[in-house]
């Protein structure tokens, strides 16, 4: 499985970006996307995740009410949608494919393969 994580770029704060993952190669019947970020200086955390039947949780709570998460399932695509941004939202964004288990985690151990990372950098 690879995945492409895009959509990232340069925006004032209260702007809105979108990013995307897409997978390609093999996929599987369940499996789970997750949402990270690591900003300068910072460790990676985990945003949030969402699974092939559209079910997604946030763990950061400062990005409940402006984040949302969606599948398009005839592309393999998620999708992160960032509204509200803030500076402190400036970061390299990552998605990850979590294969085993039943269930979303945070923990970045977890997960199996990872995107890129995309660069999302919000000016004040």
């Known amino acids: 499985v690879q995945l492409q994580a895009s959509g990232g770029g340069l925006v004032q704060a209260g702007g809105s970006l979108r990013l995307s993952c897409a997978a390609s190669?093999?996929?599987?019947?369940?499996?789970?996307t997750g949402w990270f970020r690591q900003a300068p200086g910072k460790e990676r955390e985990g945003l949030g995740c969402i699974n092939n039947s559209d079910g997604a949780e946030f763990y950061l709570d400062s990005v409940k009410g402006r984040f949302t998460m969606s599948v398009e399932h005839a592309k393999n695509t998620v999708y992160l949608q960032m509204n509200g941004l803030k500076p402190e939202d400036t970061a390299v964004y990552y998605c990850?494919?979590?294969?085993?288990?039943?269930?979303?985690?945070?923990?970045?151990?977890?997960?199996?393969?990872w995107g890129q990372g995309t660069q999302v950098t919000v000016s004040s």
């Open positions: 990850a494919a979590k294969i085993i288990g039943l269930s979303c985690s945070r923990y970045e151990f977890e997960y199996d393969f």
């Open positions: 190669g093999r996929t599987f019947g369940r499996w789970f």
